[in-house]
């Protein structure tokens, strides 16, 4: 199944129910009082948050949403029933953006829900306009158009640890061993095409697509991928021990997440050296040492040793609980 992370909808509010001319109708005497109810309002266009990343797939092949007209009014000044509002559901972490102004919003809660379109309101009924001179008006009103327009949707995920690293630094075959979470892998760059999640313990873990250097200026698949480390509250460089020189492999990918964005620079990070099953430990040890030059956190690790796997994920959940 494809992730979708933007997607741009049309949604209309409901027309406003149409006033209406009605008269009283009393024994003995045909035409009594005005007697026309007013119309009920449209429905509104809401946005909602839910906790389904996957929930704009939905709306891909229909991307249009309407919500429903207001009742005309009735008799004995009755008003007509108010249309039912429309509610599209997007993913936490969510920033929604109405085209035709600009204004924008950020979705951070469960079921939290942002007004974007007004449904139009009712028209007036005849009895609405009785007065002392007028008291046998036959005028009415219709109901007013609802709003209408373009939404667009950016997703950015919400995650307690984000996987960060050049491509094929083995975050996806890390997040499937701790997770479960069966991110597609493989020896070539650019496997990952969308974040994989999972959950270790209770904390949401990302597997964040590989960066390259240039990705803050879009080469590679850098803006899409980018965006999902906003919101991330701990990073963990994935650096694979092949790797010539692991200090430059960490710059290149922290200077484009500072290019980006600079406050990412600021988030708690962890790093960890994988693959070290395919060195010696002395080479390991000389490996770690060279890292912890940067004053980070160092966890080696391995996909292929379950003691190292366990050691990191206490290593996460121990950083997590201090952050």
Not at 130 to 135: L, R
Not at 262 to 270: A, F, G, H, R, V
Request: net charge negative.
């Amino acid at each position: 199944m494809a992730f979708i992370d933007e997607l741009t909808v049309f949604a209309k509010a409901g027309k406003g129910g149409d006033g209406v001319v009605r008269w009283l109708h009393a024994k003995g005497k045909e035409f009594g009082g005005p007697s026309g109810g007013d119309g009920g309002k449209g429905g509104d266009v809401y946005v909602r948050g839910v906790r389904d990343l996957n929930v704009l797939m939905r709306y891909r092949t229909s991307p249009k949403f309407k919500a429903e007209d207001g009742n005309p009014g009735s008799r004995n000044e009755m008003t007509g029933k108010y249309g039912e509002s429309i509610y599209i559901d997007v993913p936490l972490g969510s920033r929604i953006v109405k085209k035709e102004t600009e204004e924008e919003w950020e979705i951070l809660e469960e079921g939290q829900e942002v007004l974007v379109y007004e449904g139009g309101r009712g028209g007036y009924g005849n009895a609405h306009f009785k007065s002392s001179t007028n008291q046998y008006p036959d005028q009415a009103v219709p109901g007013k158009k609802g709003e209408e327009g373009h939404i667009y949707i950016e997703v950015r995920i919400i995650a307690d640890v984000g996987f960060v690293g050049l491509p094929n630094a083995g975050k996806s075959s890390l997040l499937n061993e701790l997770t479960k979470a069966r991110a597609k892998i493989g020896a070539y760059p650019f496997t990952t095409l969308e974040p994989n999640l999972g959950a270790y313990f209770g904390y949401i873990l990302a597997d964040i697509p590989g960066l390259i250097e240039g990705a803050s200026q879009g080469k590679g698949l850098g803006h899409s991928f980018l965006r999902h480390i906003a919101r991330t509250k701990t990073l963990i460089h994935c650096i694979a021990c092949d790797n010539e020189d692991l200090v430059n492999v960490y710059h290149t990918v922290a200077n484009e997440l500072k290019a980006h964005d600079p406050e990412l620079s600021q988030k708690p990070e962890i790093i960890f050296l994988t693959k070290v099953d395919l060195i010696s430990d002395s080479v390991r040890a000389e490996k770690i040492k060279e890292l912890e030059t940067l004053n980070i956190p160092v966890v080696p690790v391995s996909i292929l040793d379950d003691t190292l796997l366990k050691e990191a994920g206490d290593a996460i959940t121990s950083f997590l609980q201090q952050s």
